[in-house]
């Protein structure tokens, strides 16, 4: 499909990221950003970049905030969203690939950003085609709001994520070694979905991933590949505590 991504500019651009961040995350949902914030971030070099049609309705965002962290210049890269009717249409990843290049002109040359580990899409799309390492798990990072359509039932658990914008690769999926250093962390294939049809197996999921990703990153374990599975195969996450299978 043929996309046009390029900066925010006007007040209707940023109207119309805010219309689409309702769209995504409820219309009640309270930690919106509005746009004066999004136009005040990008004078001040900030990212704010929409991917359009050729009719130029807004089909997708990205949202994030250059800072120092721990003395290194680096990029939080805080909103991407994607029109439910075009996703897994590969515009996620257009807008992280201009995000990319805007960054590194300007000398930045590590992002971090945050996502769950329960929607198997975005755990797709960063670990595997744009190679973002998992650096950190938190539970429930922005608390548990309600007027979230995403957070909503169980909760805002997070994966931290840094992604090495000059070096970093994709990760694999399945990987083969000693059973004893390979394991598994499976998750459901539409988290969404359950959320809405079976709240209780949602709540089920999340308490068992927690448990399992707090111990095995606590315990030197890291994320080595993700699968995605279709049909009755599958989506999992593999961690290894073997230093070999993560170069």
Not at 41 to 62: E, H, I, S
Not at 114 to 141: F, H, I, S
Request: glycine share 10%; proline share 4%.
């Amino acid at each position: 499909m043929e996309t046009n991504v390029r900066f925010l500019e006007t007040i209707d651009d940023f109207r119309a990221c805010v219309a689409l961040q309702r769209a995504t995350w409820g219309a009640a949902f309270r930690d919106c950003v509005p746009p004066a914030v999004l136009q005040i971030t990008r004078k001040m070099g900030g990212v704010v970049a929409g991917a359009f049609d050729r009719d130029g309705t807004m089909l997708g965002f990205v949202y994030g905030i250059t800072g120092w962290k721990e003395g290194e210049l680096c990029h939080w890269s805080h909103m991407l969203a994607v029109k439910d009717t075009h996703r897994d249409r590969g515009i996620g990843g257009d807008l992280k690939a201009f995000q990319r290049t805007a960054l590194t002109s300007h000398g930045v040359s590590t992002m971090y950003w945050t996502y769950d580990p329960l929607v198997a899409r975005n755990a797709y799309l960063n670990l595997r085609k744009l190679g973002a390492r998992v650096v950190e798990y938190v539970p429930d990072m922005y608390g548990s709001d309600e007027s979230s359509t995403t957070d909503s039932v169980i909760g805002s658990d997070r994966l931290v994520v840094r992604w090495e914008l000059e070096t970093g690769r994709a990760l694999g999926g399945a990987i083969e070694g000693d059973p004893e250093s390979i394991l598994r962390v499976e998750i459901p294939h539409d988290i969404q979905r359950l959320k809405t049809e079976a709240p209780d197996e949602a709540r089920e999921w999340r308490a068992a991933t927690r448990k399992a990703f707090q111990s095995h990153l606590n315990s030197g374990r890291r994320v080595v590949g993700f699968h995605r599975g279709s049909g009755n195969e599958p989506s999992y996450y593999t961690l290894t505590s073997d230093p070999a299978e993560t170069d």
